[in-house]
């Protein structure tokens, strides 16, 4: 370069290119806290503690609940004390360790990973103090009559009770504790359960119940009774046979299973078939007469006894047999030796009392004996029963017969048979049901 010449001028510098803005931020929208829990209760006061009871929060949020926490404040003082540490999530809670005559102010707050809600509290101070209640026992309806269960059968029985203290709770029977080996007894706070594993005759009897507090207590009575099938009828008889009916008497068994003979069951057999049929069920009596045999056949007969548990396991059998046979009339040579044989009328067989169904014809039937022959006449409620088609009465050999013709409701009633001769009269009755079928 020529001295004296001038330097040409450098480039300028490009200013520095300003850094991009930065985006906005969009805030997250703000989780609430739950609402507070609904219907804070005092559901059981005692001289030491108190429980509580509520219900859960209307809002929880979307986070959920964490659980809820408790706390108490003495009556006059500002001082909060949480009684659980950490949230829980029942909803029932008791607060233990106060003293007797403390007035505690409760609230509860649910809590949530948003927050905490505002407390529930109660409008009072609770009370610290022993709420006496004297013993009862509420024996359930079904226990207040006797209680009857089939040998063999487990008793399993639950009986609530209340009082406040604790009360004392015992079983006796007869004055004396119960055996342990049988009878297993357990005990809560609200009831008394006695409980047999299988139950024995023996077992049978009337326990008492006593609930005790202090110098105050409650009885109850619980009356158990141990059944069984009783035994067969004692002395089955074939007292007499006449005409195509038979006459049988019997003695109660010697063993009634422990409970009240309901009746007996009477049934037939012929020789020909060798089948049982059942003529009467429900016998009441110790003796029956059974008709409508047929003539020509031999019966044989046994009795069944009958309670609430059902039939006896065997019957009683008649030792003798029952031929039907046809009367034959055979002349007799008129005797020279006069006897006086005239004899007012006797009812040798009375009436029995029979169940018929509507529109099924049926025969009322008993046997008399006198000399002359008796008239006979057949009364209904004490009205007698004149010529009417829906009745035919009959006598043959001394046996008496009324047959009623498709009977309705207003022919059930009392039956009367009387006889009547010149010596004197005698009469039976007995009483006849319509069942109207459904």
């Known amino acids: 370069m020529e001295a004296g010449a001038e330097a040409a001028p450098a480039p300028a510098e490009a200013p520095p290119a300003e850094p991009p803005a930065p985006e906005p931020k969009l805030e997250k929208p703000k989780e609430e806290p739950p609402s507070c829990p609904l219907s804070l209760a005092v559901e059981e006061v005692s001289e030491n503690s108190f429980t509580l009871t509520w219900k859960a929060p209307e809002q929880m949020g979307r986070a959920g609940l964490d659980g809820y926490v408790v706390e108490i404040c003495k009556d006059g ?5 949480a009684v659980n540490q950490e949230p829980f ?17 409760v609230r509860v707050v649910a809590v949530s990973a948003s927050g ?3 407390p529930a509290t109660l409008e009072q101070p609770v009370l610290i103090r022993e709420i006496l209640q004297l013993p009862k026992i509420r024996m359930p309806r079904h226990l207040r009559e006797t209680y009857i269960r089939r040998v063999g059968d487990a008793v399993n029985i639950m009986i609530p009770f209340q009082g406040k203290p604790q009360p004392e709770v015992s079983w006796s029977k ?5 055996d342990s080996s049988r009878i297993n007894i357990r005990t809560t706070a609200r009831d008394t359960i006695f409980y047999i594993r299988q139950a024995q005759r023996a077992d049978s009897g009337q326990y008492e119940l006593t609930v005790r507090i202090n110098g105050a207590e409650d009885k109850a009575t619980l009356d158990i009774q141990v059944v069984e099938p009783p035994g067969p009828p004692q002395n089955l008889k074939l007292v007499d046979v006449w005409g195509f009916n038979v006459a049988l008497e019997w003695t109660p068994p010697a063993d009634n299973g422990n409970a009240e003979i309901k009746g007996y069951r009477v049934q037939k057999s012929d020789k020909k078939s060798g089948k049982w049929f059942t003529v009467l069920e429900r016998c009441t009596r110790t003796s029956c007469t059974i008709s409508d045999l047929i003539i020509g056949n031999t019966y044989s007969f046994r009795v069944f006894s009958e309670n609430i548990c059902g039939l006896s396991d065997s019957a009683a059998v008649a030792s003798g047999v029952a031929h039907i046979e046809k009367t034959k009339t055979t002349y007799q040579p008129e005797k020279i030796t006069q006897r006086d044989m005239m004899e007012p009328p006797k009812f040798t067989q009375p009436l029995t009392d029979r169940t018929t169904t509507r529109g099924y014809s049926t025969h009322l039937f008993c046997s008399v004996r006198g000399f002359p022959q008796p008239k006979i006449i057949w009364l209904k409620n004490q009205m007698e029963i004149r010529e009417d088609p829906k009745y035919i009465a009959l006598i043959d050999q001394g046996v008496c017969s009324l047959e009623i013709r498709k009977p309705g409701p207003f022919d059930g009633g009392v039956y009367t048979c009387k006889a009547v001769n ?5 009469s039976v009755d007995c009483r006849l049901d319509v069942k109207v079928p459904k």
Do not use: Y
């Open 174 to 178: 007869g004055g004396q504790p119960l």
């Open 77 to 81: 003082s500002s001082d909060w004390k």
């Open 422 to 426: 010149p010596l004197g009269e005698a």
């Open 116 to 118: 905490t809600s505002a």
């Open 89 to 105: 999530l029942s909803t029932r809670c008791t607060v233990p360790d106060l003293s007797s005559g403390d007035k505690i102010h």
